[in-house]
């Protein structure tokens, strides 16, 4: 099985037919060790892909609860340099594919040519970039693919359909289909369209969609696999209930574990 870690994943889960569970959580939220256990936890829980976002003090693209997480993160000292760390250290125990979800800033800030050889050296499998525009994505994307690296481009609902193609061809590992016009956040319904989208965006190519962006509950993960789409991405619904856990003096890790699981079992009914 050839490609990179997310072809390979996905080409895997294919063959199995089934829709990938892919958890996001902030990094260093509260701290990295809770981290390091909620990574191994969600692994064990049958998580797929681990979306882990690298804390940013204006997350233009994240809504009150990641926001929070995120100014946690933050409060406790945690750095991109400290993400990479944490994960070339799990490296061999970690083995299902990681995507770093990072602002464009820290990765200037760091050099995109560096940031992608660390990312590469630490394990990452590929990049979310949520504010960096798709006229703005070559000289990033042509870098990291020459790491082993996958961009991975978003999708939003009020994306015109010539655009929704070009974005469709460029973006790598998989195509992120934001289910939402809006912030990230825990939400009752998804928006009406989002099955288009997905039907839309299958028609165009091979390369798989996710989901993500208010999946906050195991129904509206299987709506999402009824859908077509090949992955559910859900951040909100999972940092909330984290955060809940530890205001409880409850183990984070465990409240992850027991989320997607339920999620897991969701998606195989």
């Given amino acids: 099985m050839g490609g990179t870690l997310l072809q390979q994943r996905f080409q895997l889960l294919q063959q199995q037919q089934r829709c990938a569970l892919m958890p996001f959580l902030v990094a260093g939220d509260p701290d990295l060790a809770t981290t390091r256990a909620a990574l191994l936890g969600l692994q064990g829980a049958g998580?797929?892909?681990?979306?882990?976002?690298?804390?940013?003090?204006?997350?233009?693209?994240?809504?009150?609860?990641?926001?929070?997480?995120?100014?946690?993160?933050?409060?406790?000292?945690t750095t991109p340099g400290a993400v990479l760390e944490l994960l070339g250290g799990l490296r061999g125990e970690l083995t299902i594919p990681v995507v770093l979800f990072t602002y464009s800033n820290p990765?200037?800030?760091?050099?995109?040519?560096?940031?992608?050889?660390?990312?590469?050296?630490?394990?990452?499998?590929?990049?979310?970039?949520?504010d960096l525009p798709?006229?703005?994505?070559?000289?990033?994307?042509?870098?990291?693919?020459?790491?082993?690296?996958?961009?991975?481009?978003?999708v939003a609902p009020t994306t015109p359909d010539e655009r929704l193609a070009r974005i469709a061809a460029a973006s790598r590992g998989?195509?992120?289909?934001v289910s939402v016009t809006g912030v990230t956040g825990v939400r009752s319904n998804l928006q009406q369209g989002v099955e288009q989208r997905v039907k839309q965006l299958k028609a165009l190519g091979p390369t798989p969609v996710a989901v993500g962006?208010?999946?906050?509950?195991?129904?509206?993960?299987?709506?999402?696999?009824?859908?077509?789409?090949?992955?559910a991405i859900v951040g909100s619904a999972l940092v909330k209930v984290m955060a809940e856990a530890v205001d409880s003096g409850s183990s984070a890790p465990l409240a992850a574990v027991h989320f997607c699981a339920r999620l897991r079992a969701a998606l195989n009914d």
């Fill in 47 to 77: 998580a797929d892909v681990i979306e882990l976002g690298i804390p940013y003090s204006d997350p233009l693209a994240d809504g009150p609860v990641i926001q929070a997480a995120a100014g946690r993160a933050l409060a406790a000292g």
């Fill in 107 to 130: 990765l200037l800030n760091r050099g995109m040519e560096a940031f992608c050889a660390a990312a590469a050296a630490a394990g990452v499998a590929g990049l979310v970039v949520p």
């Fill in 134 to 154: 798709l006229e703005e994505a070559d000289q990033l994307s042509v870098i990291a693919a020459a790491h082993g690296l996958d961009l991975v481009l978003l």
């Fill in 174 to 177: 998989f195509t992120y289909l």
């Fill in 213 to 231: 962006f208010g999946i906050s509950d195991p129904e509206q993960a299987r709506q999402v696999r009824a859908w077509g789409a090949d992955g």
